[in-house]
């Protein structure tokens, strides 16, 4: 079977290999892990005719450069505006091309986004753990960080020129600057001005970011008595604010239990966008009910797999 | 807001895909019993669109698809589940741990010993006797929070974490004792190393411990400990 072998020539932190994360463990510490943007993601493998959730590559804010150096393989990258050279040529940040054996990919820091999957026809060969590929950064447990000088293997290397275009990016996939909570579970533990601040107030993200979670500026959401509660579960989104006030996104990659209160969590599927946006960016939260929130799933999972199934179906 | 207890909880919706299940407000038996009462009683009766549950010291948080179901669905199921009669808890397993006190994988023993005016040796006959129950998994990968380090032995954290503590150190603050399956920075006093894995490795069983679980220390020498794994039924 054809082969592609790519060498790292440059890879930038937090780099890693994923698929559609490690679900179900959360009872045993272990977060789902996979994708920071699930969307792009899925529209990455989508694009190429793959299964949504197979194995590709995370590629963060400062980039990753890879040479062909045997073999080709048809590729995709999509998630936020990168800037992406192949060769002499400079390619759409959401396109679907072919790396041929001496060419050269550069995928750097663009105008917007944090994040965006390289996904391969073909089969993208990583360390699995508990049944998945995705990389829990912490530990390092599953196909690990990518990392300069690295080889990485495309089994069973496929050319799919039908499939080869530019693809535009729905708006929905744009970073998200009003991302919807749910408000709680902690609501107890703040003052009702301390939540009417944090609703009002714009947050930024600062560089404290990483796929654990990522550190916001905003108003101090100091907590009443909270210091001493017991450690509860937590899920991807949940804002968990210290002791001294300070909120934080947890990400992907967040711990399953945690004893600060949490005073809201993002809808889940908010979490993607949330991501894509860059410290020093602004955010302002907007509550709604639980109600309005699960019809909001609804409504946009069903948005996304119809563009999803045009894409895979598209030649 | 009435305070929850482990008869009368207190769910809290959280985003568009989970309830949390609160049995009370601070760390007690009753609560904790009922957490791993209704985390059983899930598992052998999931509701639809069910996807995990995260069982901790006071509450369960249960995670669904909201394609699937919804909060006021999944609650009405988790109390029906409350209001049926006790069922029969699956009874926990209880697991003999092997643990070296010696140096150097001992750095804090003398320390503690120090700090609560009590010989080395009562220390490690206080920690030997405790009985330990996995109050649930946090923080990292098989990073088991267990429950039951005696009071003759318990330290606050130290003021300040120190680096680099090794993965296996059985290491104690307040009423918990731990494990860390990772190298990490840490303010708990390390008192032994145990040369068992949480992580065991086996994809059919690839955490040591559910929840739940009672483990029993025992006491092991440094010769011991080199040879660990060495023999059949070295684990466990």
Same mark, same amino acid.
């Given at each position: ?89 400079? &390619? ?14 550069? &995928? ?98 600062? @560089?404290?970011? @990483? ?17 001493? &509660?017991?450690?509860?579960? &937590? ?32 809808? @889940? @599927? ?46 | ?41 899930? +598992?052998? #009766? ?107 032995? #318990?330290?606050?954290?130290?003021? #300040? ?21 990772? +190298? ?53």
């Amino acid at each position: 079977m054809a082969e592609a072998k790519l060498k790292v020539v440059m890879a930038g932190p937090h780099v890693s290999v994923q698929d559609g994360g490690r679900k179900g463990q959360m009872r045993f510490g272990v977060p789902a892990s996979g994708p920071m943007d699930r969307r792009a993601f899925a529209i990455a493998n989508a694009a190429l005719g793959n299964p949504l959730s197979v194995p590709a590559i995370e590629v963060s804010m400062l980039g990753l450069t890879l040479d062909c150096i045997a073999g080709s393989v048809t590729f995709a990258v999509c998630g936020g505006e990168f800037r992406v050279q192949l060769g002499s040529e400079t &390619i759409g940040s959401w396109a679907v091309a072919t790396l041929r054996e001496g060419d050269r990919l550069a &995928i750097g820091m663009g105008p917007w986004g944090t994040w965006c999957t390289l996904a391969f026809a073909g089969t993208f060969k990583a360390t699995s753990w508990l049944g998945s590929v995705a990389t829990h950064s912490l530990s390092g447990f599953g196909g690990g960080k990518i990392t300069t000088g690295q080889e990485l293997v495309i089994k069973d290397a496929q050319l799919r020129a039908h499939r080869e275009r530019p693809i535009v990016p729905p708006d929905w996939t744009r970073p998200e600057v009003e991302p919807r909570v749910v408000l709680g579970p902690q609501t107890r533990f703040f003052a009702p001005e301390t939540i009417e601040a944090f609703l009002a107030a714009k947050f930024s993200l600062t @560089d404290s970011y @990483d796929r654990m979670g990522v550190r916001l500026k905003g108003p101090a959401l100091p907590p009443e008595g909270a210091l001493s &509660i017991p450690s509860e579960p &937590i899920v991807r989104g949940s804002i968990q604010v210290s002791g001294d006030g300070v909120a934080s996104a947890l990400l992907a990659d967040h711990g399953t239990t945690g004893g600060y209160p949490k005073i809201a969590t993002m809808l @889940d @599927d908010d979490v993607s966008s949330f991501a894509q946006n860059r410290p020093r960016g602004e955010v302002q939260f907007r509550a709604i009910t639980p109600e309005a929130a699960v019809r909001l799933a609804r409504e946009r999972a069903a948005r996304q797999a119809g563009f999803l199934e045009r894409l895979a179906g598209g030649r | 807001m009435p305070a929850p207890t482990p008869t009368s909880p207190r769910i809290i919706p959280i985003a568009d895909h989970a309830l949390l299940v609160e049995f009370g407000e601070t760390i007690g038996e009753a609560a904790h019993d009922a957490v791993l009462q209704l985390d059983q009683a899930l +598992t052998d #009766q999931p509701c639809q669109g069910f996807s995990e549950a995260i069982p901790a010291f006071v509450n369960l948080l249960v995670d669904f698809d909201p394609l699937v179901t919804d909060h006021a669905a999944v609650e009405a199921h988790v109390r029906g589940l409350l209001g049926t009669t006790r069922r029969v808890v699956h009874a926990p397993r209880l697991h003999e741990v092997a643990v070296c006190y010696e140096a150097p994988f001992s750095r804090d023993l003398d320390e503690v010993a120090e700090r609560k005016g009590h010989t080395v040796e009562t220390v490690i006959a206080a920690h030997l006797l405790g009985d330990y129950q996995v109050s649930m998994y946090g923080f990292a990968p098989g990073y088991a929070y267990l429950a039951g380090t005696p009071e003759a032995i #318990q330290l606050d954290r130290k003021l #300040q974490p120190v680096r680099d503590i090794e993965a296996g150190s059985v290491m104690i603050a307040g009423p918990m004792c731990i494990m860390p399956t990772l +190298t990490m920075q840490t303010g708990w006093w390390v008192i032994g190393r145990s040369p068992v894995k949480v992580l065991t490795g086996d994809p059919t069983r690839p955490f040591l411990f559910d929840v739940g679980d009672r483990i029993q220390f025992k006491r092991i020498s440094a010769d011991d400990f080199a040879r660990f794994g060495t023999q059949a039924g070295g684990h466990g």
